[in-house]
């Protein structure tokens, strides 16, 4: 009603002793107008009924009813537009309030995932570490025995050669003996030098010691059975030291054929362990960046999710501040329009 005061103040400025025809009917008709802005209809009985004339009242209620068209008419302007950005700015807001969830659920998806991954490297980790000390302890236990059957070879071995030596020195001896032309004293001599030594050498409990020892009771035809068992003997260690040879050299090769086993499988784990394990690294720090996108996501979730609260309220508020504003001015214009209709109207008649 600024404008209207405005009028008010330049009608009363205006000012004539006498009125013009018909303006005492033109008041009557002005202060039945109902209105709430009898400020106006106020200030056109008080400029009437000063004498001013009703052309020069009629212009001026016609230019500020035309003034109140404009304004309200560019206020309908700026609130179209200002609605209409607030409204594509809280459907933008929407479009990345959806976005942000969609993405929040496809990183909480992925980050499960993840997780998963980790759980069955680190599983494959942990079953590669236990292979590789299966591995190694088998090895240290193939070693362990291979030094045993080794040692053992080596005592049976050398066993062996003391019996075989002490058999190559008995039978020729015994044979001597035995075939020797100086009679009996030589032979029982030579037999006793004999079973002492094998004695010292194999032990007074040794077969073979014993049955040496036995010569010295016998007569020569059975000497000579002992000497062939003897013989016999002799080639059973002869051939038990082959074959006691052959087994260890094929223990040696079926040893380090193990060995090479366990080694190529070490390695192979060992490529598997480390593939692994740069694997876990990027997959961990994989879930470090998925972790720190999250929290900026949820973050910009709750700021957007604020932003269109605040977004909505103020359109809610600006809204209805428009809907006042309009509905205030439309009465106002109905007044003015009113008025102006009575004076204009007025002025056609008494022209």
Do not use: C
């Not at 400029?47 to 560019?74: C, F, I, P, T, Y």
């Not at 807001?93 to 759980?119: A, F, M, P």
Request: proline share 1%.
């Amino acid at each position: 009603m600024k404008a209207i005061l405005i009028l008010g103040l330049l009608v009363f400025g205006i000012s004539a002793v006498e009125l013009e025809a018909g303006v005492p009917i033109l008041l009557k008709e002005i202060k039945a107008i109902k209105t709430d802005h009898t400020e106006f209809t106020f200030l056109l009985d008080l400029e009437l009924s000063q004498g001013g004339k009703v052309s020069e009242v009629v212009a001026l209620v016609g230019d500020l009813l035309e003034q109140m068209k404009r304004d309200q008419l560019n206020d309908d302007l700026e609130y179209a537009h200002r609605t209409t950005t607030l409204g594509l700015d809280i459907e933008w807001l929407i479009i990345v309030l959806r976005n942000l969830t969609k993405e929040r659920q496809d990183k909480n998806n992925q980050l499960s995932e993840l997780n998963q991954v980790l759980v069955g490297l680190q599983l494959q980790m942990d079953a590669l570490t236990e292979q590789l000390n299966i591995l190694n302890g088998k090895e240290e236990q193939l070693r362990q025995t291979r030094a045993q059957e080794a040692a053992q070879y080596q005592a049976r071995q050398e066993n062996n050669s003391k019996v075989l030596a002490a058999l190559n020195e008995i039978i020729p001896k015994l044979q001597v003996a035995v075939f020797d032309q100086e009679g009996k004293s030589l032979l029982q001599t030579e037999q006793f030098e004999i079973v002492e030594k094998i004695k010292r050498e194999l032990g007074h409990n040794h077969p073979i010691a014993i049955m040496v020892a036995m010569t010295t009771k016998f007569d020569v035809p059975t000497v000579k059975r002992i000497i062939d068992k003897l013989e016999h003997i002799r080639n059973a260690v002869i051939s038990l030291m082959q074959q006691e040879d052959e087994q260890e050299t094929q223990s040696q090769i079926t040893f380090q054929t193990q060995i090479q086993e366990i080694a190529e499988l070490r390695e192979k784990f060992s490529k598997d362990f480390e593939v692994t394990s740069q694997l876990i690294k990027k997959r961990t720090n994989d879930k470090v960046l998925l972790e720190k996108r999250l929290t900026i996501i949820n973050r910009d979730l709750s700021l957007t999710e604020q932003l269109l609260i605040q977004t909505r309220e103020y359109k809610e508020q600006y809204d209805a501040a428009y809907a006042v504003r309009k509905g205030k001015r439309i009465s106002e214009i109905k007044t003015v329009q009113q008025a102006y209709d009575l004076v204009d109207n007025h002025a056609k008649k008494h022209k």
